[in-house]
Nanobody, 123 residues
Framework: QVQLAESGGGLVQAGGSLRLSCAAS????????MGWFRQAPGKEREFVAS????????VYLDSVKGRFTISRGHAKNTVYLQMSSLKPEDTAVYYC????????????????WGQGTQVTVSS
């Protein structure tokens, strides 16, 4: 079975940093594009960042540009989201996702999803 497992969430003060990790198992994800999404209470799930299978061409939500960095591990089966200068509006459940084909910004572009990890930023 294909599994994506996020970790690294938690409670942090505004201005702080967190590093989220997503480990993929069940098959080789080295040729999959990967993305991070988030969902705040009462809001729809939204795109945060994505990275191609080669680790090139990262794409970011405008509001996180310059603060968040997406990267892939050497084995390509792990993807990270380094979050800095966190703001209360970054509070959400963060989801990792894998795409077989399109490295898009829409939920429908992704085929596999993790269970999510909670990030809470206090003011």
């Amino acid at each position: 079975q294909v599994q994506l497992a996020e970790s690294g969430g938690g409670l942090v003060q505004a201005g702080g940093s967190l590093r989220l990790s997503c480990a993929a198992s069940g098959r080789t994800f080295s040729n999959y594009d990967m993305g991070w999404f988030r969902q705040a209470p009462g809001k729809e799930r939204e795109f945060v960042a994505s990275i191609s299978w080669s680790g090139d061409t990262p794409v970011y939500l405008d509001s996180v540009k310059g603060r968040f960095t997406i990267s892939r591990g050497h084995a390509k089966n792990t993807v990270y989201l380094q979050m800095s200068s966190l703001k209360p509006e970054d509070t959400a459940v963060y989801y990792c996702a894998a795409s077989v084909g399109i490295m898009g910004t829409s939920l429908r572009d992704y085929d596999y999803w993790g269970q999510g990890t909670q990030v809470t930023v206090s003011s």
